[in-house]
Each structure stands twice: as structure tokens, then as C-alpha cells.
């Protein structure tokens, strides 16, 4: 599968944005997908992740009340709804996919498996202005 991101920019402290993530593939249902965040020279941090069904989702205590997660299987996207951004929150954005054909991975809104994801979008960036 392949993954575009966008809806990154400018925005000021307070703001919002909303992240899109658009896929390739007929197979996008049987995918778990992730946001990922990264600063220059940091690891990649999971934000949020929503099953291939929908029914569950996982944040980072960092966004968790601010962020939201959704997807639409039918438009093969997913989606990442930032309010009350901090300038914490600036960062690259990734979005990515991870295989699970039978619907195997369960996790909680706090609690995430140390799956791997196998496919990555190119990034798009946020920038938070105080």
C-alpha cells in the first residue's frame, strides 16, 4: 500500500489542524494505521493509532483530549483531527500502515502492542507558532 500524506502548515498556538492520509490498495481495511511524529535526530513517536475497524483507538498521553483519530474505509483515508495545538506539537507527521488480516491486534486507548508498521507516507509538517 502506498500512503500521501497531507493538511500540514503554520498555525498558531490554540489552533487546529486536521492531518489527511490517503491509500493506495484495495486492501486498506485490513490495515492498522498510526500517526507517527518526529523531530529532527529523535526516534518517531506513535500519536494515534485506530484499528482496521475503527472500533479502537490509542493515544499518546501527550495528545490524548486534543487529538482524534478516524478513518474512512470507503475513501481509503485516514484522518488525524489536531484542536488546541500546542508549540510542543510541532513536528514532521507520519502516517503509516500496519498489516492485520484477521483483525489479531487489540489495543487500548492507553495501551499499544509493539507491532510493526510496514509501510510509511512521506511526511508533512506542522509547525505551532507561541
Known amino acids: 500500500v502506498q500512503l500521501q500524506a497531507s493538511g500540514g502548515g503554520l498555525v498558531q498556538a490554540g489552533g487546529s489542524l486536521r492531518l489527511s492520509c490517503a491509500a493506495s490498495?484495495?486492501?486498506?481495511?485490513?490495515?492498522?494505521m498510526g500517526w507517527f511524529r518526529q523531530a529532527p535526530g529523535n526516534e518517531r513517536e506513535l500519536v494515534a493509532a485506530i484499528s482496521w475497524s475503527g472500533d479502537s483507538t490509542y493515544y499518546a498521553d501527550s495528545v490524548k483530549g486534543r487529538f482524534t483519530i478516524s478513518r474512512d474505509n470507503a475513501k481509503n483515508t485516514v484522518y488525524l483531527q489536531m484542536n488546541s495545538l500546542k508549540p510542543e506539537d510541532t513536528f514532521v507527521y507520519y502516517c503509516?500502515?500496519?498489516?492485520?488480516?484477521?483483525?489479531?491486534?487489540?489495543?487500548?486507548?492507553?495501551?499499544?502492542?509493539?507491532?510493526?508498521?510496514?509501510?510509511w507516507g512521506q511526511g508533512t509538517e506542522v509547525t505551532v507558532s507561541s
Open positions: 503509516a500502515a500496519s498489516y492485520d488480516a484477521v483483525g489479531a491486534v487489540t489495543f487500548t486507548d492507553a495501551s499499544f502492542p509493539p507491532i510493526e508498521f510496514h509501510y
Open positions: 490498495g484495495r486492501t486498506f481495511s485490513k490495515y492498522v
